[in-house]
């Protein structure tokens, strides 16, 4: 009687710690990605990416922190103004990335970062790296979307390519509106199953669809 009393205790102990952690970890996600997805246009994401790490080391079942932390990377890369540093940045990004692809395989959100992290790798040298860089984004984004076709992001990436490419070479901002479209009436429905999960890229959509109804406008004029 008494070992079966000993056994339900730690078991009862067991269940609390976990539960403590579990609520631990999600209140210090929820905080750092209200500040990641809060945070100004251009901001270094830096110090949110060096807590996440931190809580990758001890969550190490838990994809999330990973993820942001590679999303914050990858941002970073942006306003990074040396070549060399931005590729540094981005090869962390990258194996923070498979980190978490490690823990949650075929996901799509994961899918989409990887084709942001090789258009940003494209981005540093577009002349030498479009071929290699856009094969490996055009390949996540197909994935993506064929795991998940209501993923707005997914649609939010496509039209990126299409916007910034120039007329000349097959894109523009004209030719990019339905795609844009077509990622806002995503955004439209789209809800995260949770609040640490990922949901940003709607400030881009609508400032590509601005830029874009804009220059038509100016065409029509």
Not at 16 to 27: D, G, P, R, V, W
Not at 60 to 86: D, F, G, H, Q, R
């Amino acid at each position: 009687m008494k070992r079966i009393i000993l056994i339900f205790t730690i078991l009862a102990r067991t269940t609390i710690a976990l539960f403590a952690q579990s609520e631990e970890y999600k209140t210090t996600m929820k905080e750092i990605v209200d500040s990641i997805q809060t945070a100004k246009w251009g901001a270094d994401l830096t110090p949110y990416a060096n807590q996440l790490e931190r809580v990758a080391g001890v969550e190490t079942k838990e994809w999330l922190p990973n993820y942001w932390a590679a999303y914050c990377y990858m941002n970073k890369s942006y306003i990074e103004p040396v070549a060399e540093k931005k590729d540094l940045v981005l090869e962390k990004a990258e194996t923070l990335i498979s980190a978490a692809e490690k823990v949650m395989p075929n996901n799509d959100e994961i899918e989409v970062l990887k084709a942001n992290i090789a258009s940003a790798r494209m981005a540093v040298d577009p002349q030498n790296r479009w071929q290699k860089y856009g094969e490996v984004t055009g390949k996540a984004l197909g994935t993506a979307q064929k795991l998940n076709p209501k993923n707005p992001r997914a649609k939010l990436l496509e039209a990126q390519g299409v916007f910034y490419t120039p007329e000349a070479f097959g894109g523009g901002k004209q030719k990019a509106l339905p795609l844009v479209k077509e990622a806002l009436a995503k955004f439209e429905v789209f809800k995260p199953s949770s609040d640490i999960m990922p949901n940003w890229g709607l400030f881009i959509v609508k400032y590509m669809a601005a830029e874009a109804e804009k220059e038509i406008g100016g065409t029509k004029n």
